[in-house]
């Protein structure tokens, strides 16, 4: 589309654990190598109140996968099981992680094409071009750029002075979800001047969109969405 792309990866609405493997480092001290549903792999050192062996960590973390697997973290804790007290610590480490992870609003993104963007006459300014790299340094464009209406189905068109943020109040955005609803959600779209060909821009997300929503069903098991895309202008 000649202007910047950004995507996100599919973020889980609520993280489920999937599988735990244990490291032993030294005489206490473990890595907890936690896999969750989505293809997303934790790691975190902990260190257990008492010294354990690798073939103990192992069996540990046998118990938990067959105990917690498909879980979520506030099903994790409703759930009642008998654990020994490292058991128990390891549990509390796996759903700080967890609970960390579901308080993320939005994963960190791709970006692409930035310079195509700061190659536009609309970014002669170099005040501009400051506080735009501001916003993608800080990990804030995602964020900054997403309406609250995107979790409504299609394709968004947000126009000019219609973004929240002042530094592209003379950009579009397009953008969309994909993925599944209930499981995992992403996000990707395009910013670009408002002079961009939105028709093709359009088609392009939409198209896009469908094509990552696809892959995430097919991740999940799950049957692809059937929803038709929708444009939404501002």
């Known amino acids: 589309t000649q202007n910047a792309a950004i995507v996100s990866m599919p973020k889980s609405v609520d993280c489920q654990f999937k599988h ?28 257990f109140d008492q010294g354990i062996t690798q073939p103990g960590l192992t069996a540990i973390a046998n118990k938990i996968n067959a105990t917690y697997s498909g879980l979520t973290s506030s099903q994790i804790s409703a759930k009642e099981v008998d654990l020994s007290p490292t058991e128990k610590q390891l549990t509390n480490c796996l759903l700080q992680i967890m609970q960390a992870e579901d308080e993320q609003e939005y994963e960190e993104p791709y970006l692409s094409g930035l310079h195509l963007i700061l190659n536009q006459p609309e970014f002669v300014h170099s005040h501009r071009i400051l506080a735009l790299m501001e916003l993608v340094e800080h990990r804030n464009l995602l964020r900054t750029i997403v309406p609250k209406e995107i979790g409504s189905p299609g394709v968004h068109v947000i126009i000019g002075k219609e973004n929240k943020a002042e530094v592209i109040h003379n950009c579009s955005v397009v953008i969309s979800r994909y993925g599944l609803l209930e499981e995992a959600v992403g996000t990707i779209g395009v910013v670009g001047p408002t002079r961009m060909p939105y028709a093709r821009t359009i088609s392009t997300i939409g198209y896009l969109s469908s094509v990552l929503s696809k892959l995430v069903a097919e991740l999940y098991g799950k049957e692809a969405p059937t929803e038709l895309a929708q444009h939404d202008v501002n």
């Open 20 to 47: 735990l493997e244990l490291v032993a480092l030294q005489d206490s001290l473990a890595l907890v190598i936690l896999v969750l549903y989505g293809a997303k792999v934790k790691q975190q050192l902990i260190t």
